[in-house]
């Protein structure tokens, strides 16, 4: 069973851009979280998607937003980024289900905003 | 809202070494996952804890939870280079639809 993948693995962007990053569960999860780690936070939760629809959404600025597509596949964007949007983005995929029980996640991509 | 803290925050053991990780939560723990990740890449489940005394193995690590004390340990026997890496673990939240995580412990095994 493939795991779960994300693309690109890395970025580089100029602060004012937009990025999309992309996430590819593992085959038959409905649910795909997104987090964000940085040195300084830790790793924070950003936003949830489950059967097309962001169930829970973390603190963070109207900047970052997501989606999730009828196969599951979700992209998160970030707009009009920030220095201090450099971090790993991960995101992490479950079985159906309303509870996380056990997330598996990607390799991540490593963005870096210059 | 809920945190989790670890201690230490890094640690270095020489090869064969003992040692030991954990994971305070501010709130009660519902269920408590330990992660390890290499610097970079993704995070690898290791094991999930439940109930409160539950303790799980898998190869040298063991994992305990402590539920009346809020708390988790993660133990490693007899450390390997393999095992450095960054031990995180994490908690459901109240909705229990996302994970929060303590932010690490980092762990280098000197060969």
């Known amino acids: 069973k493939a795991g779960v993948t994300q693309t690109p693995r890395y970025l580089i962007k100029t602060r004012g851009q937009q990025v999309t990053l992309s996430c590819s569960p593992i085959?038959?999860?409905?649910?795909v979280s997104w987090y964000q780690q940085t040195p300084g936070q830790g790793l924070q939760f950003l936003f949830e998607?489950?059967?097309?629809?962001?169930?829970n959404k973390g603190n963070f600025p109207g900047r970052f937003s997501g989606r999730q597509f009828s196969n599951s596949r979700s992209e998160m964007n970030v707009s009009t980024l920030e220095l201090g949007d450099s971090a790993l983005y991960l995101c992490?995929?479950?079985?159906?289900?309303?509870?996380?029980?056990?997330?598996?996640f990607g390799p991540g991509t490593r963005l870096t905003v210059l | 809202s809920q945190e989790l803290e670890q201690s230490p925050q890094s640690l270095i053991v020489q090869e064969g070494k003992n040692l030991t990780i954990n994971c305070t939560s501010s709130?009660?723990?519902?269920?408590l996952y330990w992660y390890k990740q290499k610097y970079g890449e993704g995070l690898i489940f290791l094991m999930m804890?439940?109930?409160?005394?539950e303790e799980k193995s898998h190869e040298k690590i063991t994992a305990k939870l402590d539920e009346k004390k809020q708390q988790s340990s993660l133990h490693i026997t007899a450390s390997q280079p393999s095992h450095a890496g960054i031990y995180l673990c994490?908690?459901?939240?109240?909705?229990?639809?996302?994970?929060?995580f303590g932010k690490g412990t980092t762990l280098s095994v000197s060969s």
């Open positions: 992490a995929s479950s079985p159906s289900g309303p509870k996380v029980n056990e997330q598996f």
């Open positions: 085959s038959g999860h409905r649910s």
């Open positions: 998607y489950f059967s097309e629809t962001q169930r």
């Open positions: 709130k009660t723990l519902y269920g």
């Open positions: 804890l439940q109930k409160g005394g």
């Open positions: 994490g908690a459901d939240d109240q909705a229990g639809t996302a994970l929060i």
